[in-house]
């Protein structure tokens, strides 16, 4: 699926209210549309002029909802949907979520996930290898991804009040134009 419209992604998040991120709902404690809106917020804190990076936060775990149960491609599926409607910043964030992950494992063994994260970790390739810790590190999106990986582990907060979804319209027609005016430059 590819989201050609603000339109289409706002429905696509709300149908993230109640979904969750396995279908027994044994995985993490807060639904999609919580995590999401909760790990915007945390990158807007942090981060508050790269709008970019904060609707990556936003969308990063749709592809959870565009197909249930692949964990090992979730971030990619998200990608893939974001790309066109938000350019390849906001999408290739989205797919470093989860290598982001693996990195944080192997270079802060400490670095604290949920048990669900711990399970899906060997689904998504366990710890990196040297070689994949130098190759992730050369990305000029590196940095970026793991703090989007940090706001990523932090957002699972029950009861979280991190404001509502249509607060976040006017950020994602902002970054869909510049990623419309971007494409329109590209030969």
């Not at 149960?69 to 990619?76: I, K, S, V, Y």
Request: proline share 6%; charged share 25%.
């Amino acid at each position: 699926m590819e989201l050609r419209s603000v339109e289409e992604l706002m429905d696509l998040l709300h149908a993230c209210r109640g979904a969750w991120d396995t279908p027994d709902r044994s995985g993490d404690p807060v639904d999609l549309h919580d995590h999401a809106l909760q790990t915007a917020a945390l990158l807007r804190r942090s981060h508050p002029s790269d709008k970019e990076l904060q609707v990556a936060g936003l969308t990063h775990d749709i592809g959870q909802l565009l197909r249930p149960g692949d964990d090992a491609r979730h971030a990619q599926h998200a990608a893939d949907a974001v790309r066109p409607l938000l350019g390849e910043r906001v999408a290739r964030l989205v797919a470093l979520h989860v290598p982001a992950k693996r990195y944080l494992a192997t270079t802060e063994p400490g670095h604290p996930l949920t048990r669900q994260s711990v399970l899906t970790l060997m689904t998504q390739g366990g710890a990196m290898s040297p070689e994949e810790v130098r190759a992730f590190e050369a990305d000029p999106n590196a940095a970026d991804a793991v703090t989007l990986r940090q706001a990523d582990d932090a957002a699972k907060v029950v009861g979280l009040d991190a404001g509502v979804l249509e607060d976040w319209h006017p950020v994602l027609e902002l970054v869909a134009a510049a990623a419309r005016r971007t494409s329109r430059k590209v030969p």
